[in-house]
């Protein structure tokens, strides 16, 4: 069983910037892959980013390209997700994902353990 928790979400004005981590436990973590995707109200879940455990190798997607970052501290089974320039429609909730499949990308369905999720609010 594996648990993942998210923090670091908060309330910060366009252009500004947040970090998100999201720590995982458990002794049957091993993932092949570990993304972010957010949810913003009254919308579908989407995917933001992703990155390979082993690796490294990140994937984002365009709308938030060139200005996040995402990365991981195997050591500490962490995952990070840096946010820059942010803008009102980053606006959500952000949760972390960890994936068991060796191609999981962009598909919410590829993934197998999820967190309980944080709130970013970007205001304008």
């Known amino acids: 069983q594996v648990q993942l928790v998210e923090s670091g979400g908060g309330l910060v004005q366009a252009g500004g910037s947040l970090d998100l981590s999201c720590a995982a436990s458990?002794?049957?973590?091993?993932?092949?892959?570990m993304g972010w995707f957010r949810q913003a109200p009254g919308k579908e879940r989407e995917f933001v980013a992703r990155i390979r455990w082993t690796s490294g190798t990140q994937y984002y997607a365009d709308s938030v390209e060139g200005r996040f970052t995402i990365s991981r501290d195997n050591a500490k089974k962490t995952v990070y997700l840096q946010m820059n320039s942010l803008k009102p429609e980053d606006t959500g909730v952000y949760y972390c994902?960890?994936?068991?499949?060796?191609?999981?990308?962009?598909?919410?369905?590829?993934?197998?353990?999820w967190g309980q999720g944080t709130q970013v609010t970007v205001s304008s």
């Open positions: 994902a960890a994936s068991g499949r060796l191609a999981a990308s962009t598909d919410e369905y590829e993934y197998d353990s």
């Open positions: 458990g002794r049957t973590f091993s993932p092949y892959t």
